[in-house]
């Protein structure tokens, strides 16, 4: 399996309709891109000050599989529309489990 982890932290002024947004539109992405295997993503809890604000854990079977969800028109949309506009900084780690 190869794990992909993604951490935003948001913009000032990002609203909450914005951030339910990112959320809702990543979620469809499940059902357009078959190499996904698993889809977690959520808001920070808040326990800890300083975390990041959001974050994604997608799996797939390989890192060419990965690739396939990475370049992937549905996916690129997602990032120009509705994450670009409101991202202050992102980060990101892919691993094999």
């Known amino acids: ?3 992909h982890v993604v951490l ?4 000032e002024g990002a609203t909450d309709e914005q951030k339910a ?3 809702t ?3 469809k992405l ?6 996904i295997r698993a889809y977690t993503l959520g808001a920070d809890a808040g326990v800890n000050p300083g975390n990041h604000e959001f974050a994604i854990v997608a ?5 060419d599989d990965f690739l396939v969800y990475r370049d992937h028109p549905e996916h690129q949309a997602v990032i120009a529309k509705h994450i670009k506009p409101i991202v202050a900084s992102r980060a990101a780690v892919q691993f094999t489990i």
């Open 25 to 27: 539109e990543l979620r």
């Open 59 to 63: 799996d797939f079977d390989s890192a």
């Open 21 to 23: 947004t990112v959320a």
């Open 1 to 3: 399996m190869f794990r």
């Open 8 to 11: 935003f932290t948001w913009a």
């Open 30 to 35: 499940t059902e357009i891109i078959p190499e």
